[in-house]
């Protein structure tokens, strides 16, 4: 039982790092006032060229650099068009995701000739394994530094005049305006590094983690990452503890059937479908207790237009 | 200000002259610029793109009837996006809406064998989906793009593990039985069925007090606030308008269109739900806009068919240009806000 709940810890700590890392990018960019749901498509996107680009050069923190900017650079589309154009940010995401879809399963497609997956990766990044009695358990660096990024947020959101210059746009952007803030850049630093942050989710998925692409392999955890930034209430630090509710969730959708099976000797095949909702029933639950308590950013998703 | 105001503004009919050219103009030009940003992505990747266009406009569109056929489910999921919309709500669980419309339908036709029924059922479902994620947005304050995403996948595996344990067909047990035979409908009818739909919403929306209140919420929250309007019971009823539109979709496919069954993975659906956000989006969320683009996207797929098998390039091509579409069409909608501000309608 004891070996159980550090198995599950271990591996949870693998599966909420591409979560809190988009949870932290999307907080950080919904503070200062932007939404952008398009932290699904990022993962797809950086996972599937954070891949490419360690099977070129065979350098998977190059690879992991590569998500980063890959992350950012959608995160600075996505500025442009919620910032300078006013668009609908909520369209403007869903259109995203649709067209990283597409694209990543066209650029599997026309660079392996797959349709499902493609190949494992050799040379993963480096992983800590620590024997304890009959299991291994495996703690990815990432996975520290994620919680690290997380900290590091909190300070930079509450404790330095540039957190409180982004916050201010994402509250009152005309007062911030006033007080000489310029609301525009903030915006679009704070989108950019956001989604830089969950560039790195992705790449983290296929570079550190499964060690190849499928298809739509972040399977709703741009979502899940979105569910938890409400969890969260917008404070990168509750996040790390969303993160890893989520990550358990996630680990338990996998980890039950066969622990069942080698307990009671039942084979589940059909049956796994079933343990397959167990993430998503419980971010659905998990949101609809906690969501009466929250308190978003007064300006969340709607452009700033100067006078 | 004044006075920019009543020359920019012109009489009512420039205004009005001026608004039907850009509902036609805005989506085409939003299309052209996906389709020139796609084919930039389809040459860095190594395919033709005038290849890959020609055969996907030429062949996509040259079996009218067929393309009619296709265009069915999508009407009914572009209306499951375009409803809720219109009364500020959104409706990205079309997906999962889609599955269980289809799956109830199947498991309604086992037992009624009659086609109606089924298809009431696959509405019925699909409503009670989408009014569950507006329920938890009116009165639980959850994000409803995150319940329905969640949604989606939770539908996806249960569909698929019905399928596979309870109603799987001996002889072929990825599928589920066929629909019996007395419920199979005729294609023509999905099409038929489809467009009498988006009429009935088209009715509902501009004809009747509720799709009034509908489109007051939508429009302005504030004006609805004070005329009195149960906000909260709109939305829910716009949003299970779209989910049963969407469950209607769902019901069609294993009815209408050959071999009748559903699969493990939901080959026939998958997608399907998605697509319809783009559909109501370049149909400007109106439903007759609504079925001309259907037939435009059916086209699309079609040929998206096509390039798959003759040139062999996904056809996941077609999500990439609507995907861009969608991007793009996310400009003008607030551009024409900040005009109201100013006094500009159009």
Redesign the interface.
């Known amino acids: 039982m004891i070996s159980d709940i550090i198995v599950v810890s271990s591996l949870a700590l693998t599966s909420m790092t591409p979560i809190l890392l988009g949870s932290v990018g999307e907080i950080f960019t919904e503070k200062s006032g932007v939404v952008n749901i398009g932290i699904e498509g990022i993962f797809l996107l950086s996972a599937l060229i954070s891949l490419i680009i360690t099977f070129v050069t065979e350098d998977p923190y190059l690879g992991l650099f590569t998500g980063f900017l890959i992350g950012a650079f959608a995160g600075f589309i996505h500025a442009v068009f919620a910032v300078y154009l006013k668009s609908d940010q909520i369209i403007v995401g869903v259109g995203f995701n649709m067209l990283a879809y597409g694209a990543t399963v066209l650029m599997m497609v026309s660079i392996w000739q797959a349709h499902g997956a493609s190949p494992t990766l050799p040379t993963k990044t480096y992983v800590i394994s620590i024997p304890l009695g009959r299991d291994v358990i495996t703690i990815h660096p990432l996975s520290i530094m994620a919680i690290g990024l997380a900290i590091l947020f909190w300070w930079i959101l509450e404790k330095t005049s540039l957190g409180l210059k982004i916050r201010a746009c994402g509250e009152d952007p005309k007062s911030a305006e006033a007080s000489g803030v310029n609301v525009y850049l903030m915006r679009i630093i704070a989108t950019t590094v956001g989604g830089g942050l969950a560039g790195l989710g992705g790449a983290f998925l296929t570079v550190s983690w499964i060690g190849q692409f499928t298809r739509n392999i972040s399977a709703g955890r741009g979502f899940i990452a979105l569910a938890n930034v409400a969890f969260s209430n917008w404070n990168p630090l509750t996040a790390i503890l969303g993160a890893l509710i989520f990550g358990i969730f996630d680990v338990l959708a996998l980890y039950v059937p066969i622990k069942l099976s080698s307990l009671y000797g039942i084979v589940f095949t059909t049956q796994n479908n079933l343990f397959l909702t167990i993430p998503y029933l419980a971010t659905i639950i998990i949101v609809m207790i906690i969501s009466r308590r929250i308190k978003m950013p007064r300006s969340l998703g709607t452009p700033y237009i100067k006078e | 200000m004044r006075k920019i105001f009543l020359e920019e503004a012109g009489s009512l009919y420039q205004r009005r002259a001026l608004r039907y050219l850009l509902v036609f103009l805005e989506p085409m030009t939003a299309f052209a610029i996906a389709t020139l940003i796609n084919a930039l992505?389809?040459y860095l990747?190594?395919?033709d793109p005038l290849e890959v266009y020609s055969v996907m406009f030429l062949t996509g569109y040259s079996d009218i009837h067929y393309l009619f056929i296709k265009s069915s489910p999508y009407i009914a999921t572009g209306l499951a996006f375009s409803t809720p919309f219109l009364a500020g709500i959104?409706n990205?669980g079309g997906e999962g809406q889609l599955y269980l419309g289809a799956l109830t339908a199947l498991l309604a036709s086992y037992v009624s064998r009659n086609f109606l029924i089924s298809i009431l059922t696959g509405f019925i479902a699909g409503a009670l989906l989408s009014g569950l994620t507006a329920f938890?947005r009116v009165y639980?304050?959850?994000?409803e793009?995150?319940?329905a995403?969640?949604?989606?996948?939770?539908m996806y595996?249960?569909t698929?593990?019905i399928i596979?344990?309870y109603i799987y067909d001996p002889f072929a047990p990825y599928q589920s039985r066929p629909v019996p035979r007395e419920a199979v409908i005729n294609p023509d009818l999905m099409f038929i069925i489809s467009v009498f739909t988006a009429l009935i919403i088209y009715i509902v929306l501009f004809y009747t007090s509720i799709g009034y209140m509908m489109r007051v919420v939508g429009r302005s929250f504030r004006s609805a606030v004070y005329s009195g309007i149960n906000i909260k019971r709109i939305m829910i009823l716009s949003m299970m308008i779209g989910g049963g539109s969407a469950g209607l979709g769902g019901a069609l496919i294993p009815l209408g269109t050959s071999p009748h069954v559903l699969d493990n993975t939901m080959s026939a659906l998958y997608g399907v739900g998605?697509m319809g956000?783009?559909i109501g989006?370049l149909g400007r969320n109106n439903p007759i806009g609504i079925i001309i683009a259907s037939i435009f996207i059916s086209g699309l797929i079609i040929g998206g068919q096509n390039v798959e098998r003759i040139i062999?390039?996904?056809p996941?091509?077609?999500?990439?240009?609507?995907?861009?579409?969608?991007?793009?069409?996310?400009?003008p909608?607030?551009?024409r806000n900040?005009l109201a501000k100013r006094g500009v309608y159009i």
């Open positions: 992505i389809l990747l190594g395919y959104f990205i938890l639980r304050n959850v994000n793009v995150v319940t995403i969640m949604l989606n996948w939770i595996y249960i698929s593990y596979t344990v998605f956000i783009g989006l062999g390039a996904p996941e091509v077609v999500d990439v240009i609507i995907g861009i579409t969608i991007v793009m069409l996310a400009i909608y607030i551009l900040i």
